[in-house]
């Protein structure tokens, strides 16, 4: 007995030692061997997808399981306008988290190098469109997944690639909907389309705070979103980026290759042969869910703004998802009931499929990058190479300069800066307002790519924009093909040269032609000085030097009420400083050509109040351009009314009454009366697009005007057959094209303007005929408008020569007819000064 007790201790004790074993070999193999990962529904106390969630609760969950699993760790990619945080999901093995700063250091060697080594790096980007909230929800799901997982292929995943998980890329448009959905969601969901749970309210949740459709600015940078985004493509270099959207309710589910003829040219065809090799991956994953989908329809791969073609211009592979929407809990279709759950779980299944196809065609994707990036850097052989490249000026206006500056560093271009003034092929480039570009350099594709000019394409079907020229949008003066020795050329951009004056200067000037000058100007106006502009052109003596300048120049009286010279002198070194302006001071008022600076030909600029009109009928984007030109870029104090209100405003409040693109339908004929006492008694009207035709339907514009109709007409049908329809009303489209104007420089709209022409984007089919009289034209399109992307010859016959800027006269005031929007997604600072002038100097000259 005793022998038996001993033997079952000894037993016992040699089991309890191999358990204490291997529950420590457990330990260390498996760091997730004890973790707890809460589950978004253990996180949220509902099901997943009951309600849509507020980007708080994304990011909330993100950086609990964060804390809790050695797997996952988190990336900040900045804050949206509204203050919200942006966070990624950076998802690996365990090993890898801990060699996180190495695999960075060697993903930043990929463009440089060329070289490919660790783990492949997949990013899964969700919601860039705010009421696109399945993918947001489906992110969720999947980061729960990779982290708790520990089937075969989710650990070999992980150990050869690294997951970066976006759940959602617009903040501030994604609570905006899930405040109006939630705020509309019965106890019974409701799927009948006309519920208001499915109507949005104006704006949508598509868009930013500003109204921007953030995946239209992956290549112009203007919201912080788009910055913060674009910073981590290139920190982590993804080989893949899936982009995940929702499309109309009456859709099924899309995934690319889009419409083969309409990828751009400059996409390596390789790209579009492993998009077509991952596809099958996706096509498996919803067979196997029995889910209807599409392919290489509707969609294209043309435009390199947008998150899924944004990549391919950048050496990785972008693949667009499209899930049709319920736009709430459930919805009727004509493919049967669209319900949010289901979508989620869509959009699940493909952000599986990418992941399994990633890693199955790893070898692949590295192959494929390296070669992208081969043999593009620079490599000198010689000390002083001689590199050929753009030579790039913006007429003398440093900070346009530096715009472009910051946006080719944030796309990691590489410029350089002069050390001496250079003429070539006729023009001048200055130290202060000229770069050189080298072509030859790791992001030359893309750099190509922003200042692509073509005019001739295979398919005249564009999803957005057919062309976005740099060069037009910024107005920039270039010569390419340019060699220059790198010892004229420096890394460090001119320090700015500080203004001074004598203390007997008695105004001192500010170039208008300058980017911030009109920043400039309403800090002016916001501390209540006086500021005068030049109507027309004149010369001083500063200096020793006789100086040029031209209308629109302003003028700070050192003389005036409110303000002392001195404290005048204080208020302009500080804004010179702050803004890098240049500014000059007078010693005389006499000119030595041209107005003198008492001329009644220096007028006062008046204080400004503009209202926009805001709501449904007016264009949501082009109203948030406007907002943020005004707002953040000029700091004006700018109030938005909503159409249905705007019989209840006292118009006499304002100094501009503006109106984006639009139908304008609700507007009645009750407020069109309002607008002639307004503009009768100095108020400004500024109309845009859409805008005119209500305009003229109520007899307020008198210029005549040509709408779709009318151009249409010169389409001429006949004999086409059936399978030729899609081709014809593509003919007849203006996806956006840049056209020309052709300016009246004495015209005070175009005061600041270098040349006498100027690039425009045009993206609606509206036109003048012959204005009524010659000296309201300010500006015409030329008489060969394209300059850059499609458009077909019967536009460009009737548009040529014909108005495209009208100011009219009423009483005191004016109305501002504009056929396009010269603020186009807020990069079209070229033509920005024209919206300036409209607001400054159109109310005391017209």
Known sequence: MLKTAVTFIFVFLILLSVSAEAKKTRLTDNPLYGVTTTSPEEFLGYPLGQHLLRHD?????LKEIAQQNPRVSLENTGISHEGRQQLTAVITSANNQQQLDEILKQRQQVKYLGEQSGPIVIWLAYSIHGDEASGAHAALKLSHMLATSEDKWVTNLLENAVVLITPSQNPDGMDRFSTWANGYAGKVAVSDP??????????????????ADLNRDWLFLRHPESQGRVALFHRWQPHYVGDFHEMGHNQTYFFQPGVPERTHPLTPAANQKLTVKLAAYHQAALDDKKQSYFSQQLFDDFFYGKGSTYPDINGAIGVLFEQASARGQQQDSSNGMVRFDEAIDNQYATSISSLKGALALKSELQDYQAEFFSNKHQKPKKKKPRQSGRLISTANDNQRIKQL?????????????????????GGSFDVDSSIFVPDQQAQSSLLTALFDNRTEFNDPTFYDVSTWNLQHALNLTIRQNVKLELSVLSQTAPKF??????????????????????????QLLNQGVMVKFAAKPFTIKSNNRQLDFPAGTLQIPLKQDGHSASELNKMLLKLSQQMQLEITAANSSSSVNGIDLGSPDFKVVRPLKPLIISGKGTSIPEVGQIWYYLDSQLKVPTTLV??????AIKLSSYSHIILAGGSYTSLDDKFARKLGPFTADGGVVIAQKGALSWLNKANFLKTSLRGERFYKQLFNGAGLTFDKKSSFSARQEIGGAIVELKLDKS????????????????????????????????ASYSSQPLLS??????YQSSFASSPAIVVESRGKGAVVALTDNLLFRNIWLGSEKLYANALYFIPALH
């Open 57 to 61: 609760q994304v990011n909330y969950y």
């Open 194 to 211: 006309n519920h208001k749970e499915h109507k949005q309210g104006w704006p949508s949740g598509r868009s930013n705070h500003y109204l």
């Open 405 to 425: 500056t910051a946006l080719l560093s944030q796309h990691q271009i590489e410029y350089y800066y002069l050390t001496n003034p250079l003429t070539q092929g």
């Open 497 to 522: 040269k500080q203004s001074k004056w004598s203390p007997k200067a008695v105004a001192l000037l500010i170039d208008w032609r300058q980017n911030q000058a009109a920043p400039a100007l309403q």
């Open 642 to 647: 909503d159409i249905n209100d705007l019989n």
């Open 747 to 778: 015209h005070p709209m175009n005061f600041g303007i270098t040349g006498n022409r100027l690039a425009v984007m045009k993206n609606k089919a509206l036109g003048f005929a012959q204005a009524s009289n010659d000296f309201s034209v300010a």
């Open 789 to 794: 992307g499609y458009m077909a010859q019967e």
